[in-house]
């Protein structure tokens, strides 16, 4: 429960709404004997009470920083000559909550409305390191093969073999500079068609709370 409202999603008991940590004021743990306005399950809940405005402004900004750049690498990466994956976090924002008056109109003093606005910014991102192995090398995307390769069938029998070969067909060709060209080259120190590479993800959330008081 937020600010009185069931936010739990009945279809796998999950949470569709999370008020950010610093836009809290206190946290209520039910776990028996609730009253009628809890219900809906037989396990415990959890009511939280987001912050809210008063005759005086208030506000704070809070932000949380993480990189890769403190990190260090594993000896395997160094070893192969392969940067750290980007692991950044970076969670900011601000809070600010106050009255709600018209000057010249209403007294601020007095007033019986009161506002708080909180905005949190979450920009994530997380690489996960993959090993691929049947990369072609350099010397094999330029037709030049350290065992003998087949290079006629007939009757799906190999009736010939190579080692180099110097005529590519032109879609081949293509193929090569196209899609093989684009992929880099095997760098794994272990297996000398593996490749090591970082595929990273991206997480970007904003929220906004707008919350009004009258008392």
Sequence with gaps: FIDGADTLKRAGNQPVSFAGIDFIQEINL??????????????AFVSVETKSGSSAF??????????QVTNANTYFNNLAGIHIGGQ???DF???????VWIPHKTDREHTKTFFFLGIQFLREENSVQQTITNQPTAQQRVGNFGVPVCTTYTSGTCTATTTSISSINSTAQEYLKDIVDG????NSPTDPQGLIWQAPGFNNENQALIRIDRS
Excluded: C, I, N, T
Aim: glycine share 26%; net charge positive.
């Design 30 to 43: 039910q776990r028996a004997d609730y009253g009628a306005e809890f219900g809906g399950a037989g396990a």
């Design 58 to 67: 208030h506000g704070s900004a809070f932000g949380f920083f993480r990189s």
């Design 88 to 90: 950044k976090y970076a």
């Design 93 to 99: 924002g601000f809070g600010l909550g106050g009255p």
């Design 183 to 186: 992929v880099p080259f095997p």
